[in-house]
């Protein structure tokens, strides 16, 4: 994983406790509070730290959501990663893989709207770095979906279907509010799947599982 935070600690398995530590505690807090009116010294405090120990691993508070992005996007990109089947890809396998990453979505729901709630506070450098990881998923499947059915859809085809089909996890969790009055995860997953299959021109309908 890429690290753009400059650490005044030379002990990199202390820094990825310590790290891992701030992360899973800046988590809760921006769920609760939000980015911007969580203070540096709550951190702090809930990692069990000084305000001056916080200071030793990272230098500011937008250190703090780097790092939380780079934790969620590396969680997602290692769920595809390990899914995602390219030396033998296949139909079933790129409709198992999209249904997990929908269940992924399901569990991190929160992590996903801090992603995309406080993208903008984040310094010009640290952004391009995180877009760069979901550029990196998104060609992850869009090589599958091409891979596999480049006898029906363009690359070109490819890379927007790929782009869909994040959006569409995604939209599970920021629209939560009325998607989940209206259908179960199972639900939505089936159906997004029958959608996709209708979109590459598929006639044999895929069940989960």
Do not use: P
Not at 121 to 135: A, C, D, G, N, P
Not at 170 to 181: D, E, G, P, S, V
């Amino acid at each position: 994983m890429e690290d753009n935070v400059v650490s005044s600690v030379k002990d990199e398995a202390l820094i990825t406790k310590r790290r891992h530590q701030i992360i899973k505690s800046a988590i809760q807090l921006f769920k609760e509070k939000g980015f911007h009116r969580t203070t540096t010294r709550e951190i702090a405090q809930k990692c069990g730290f000084s305000i001056g120990t916080l200071y030793e691993y990272i230098r500011t508070k937008e250190d703090v959501l780097f790092l939380v992005y780079q934790s969620i996007h590396e969680r997602v990109y290692q769920h595809l990663h390990e899914k995602v089947d390219l030396k033998d890809v296949s139909s079933s396998n790129i409709m198992d893989t999209i249904a997990s990453y929908y269940r992924l979505v399901d569990e991190m729901q929160d992590e996903v709207i801090i992603l995309y709630q406080e993208i903008k506070s984040l310094h010009i450098s640290k952004k391009e770095v995180v877009l760069q990881k979901e550029r990196a998923m998104v060609e992850l499947l869009t090589r599958a979906i091409y891979t596999c059915y480049d006898d029906k859809v363009s690359e070109k085809e490819a890379t927007l279907i790929a782009n869909n089909i994040f959006v569409q996890g995604q939209m599970w969790a920021f629209r939560r509010w009325t998607l989940q009055k209206q259908y179960t995860i199972d639900e939505y997953i089936q159906m997004q799947l029958v959608l996709f299959q209708k979109t590459i021109g598929l006639t044999t309908i895929y069940e989960e599982g």
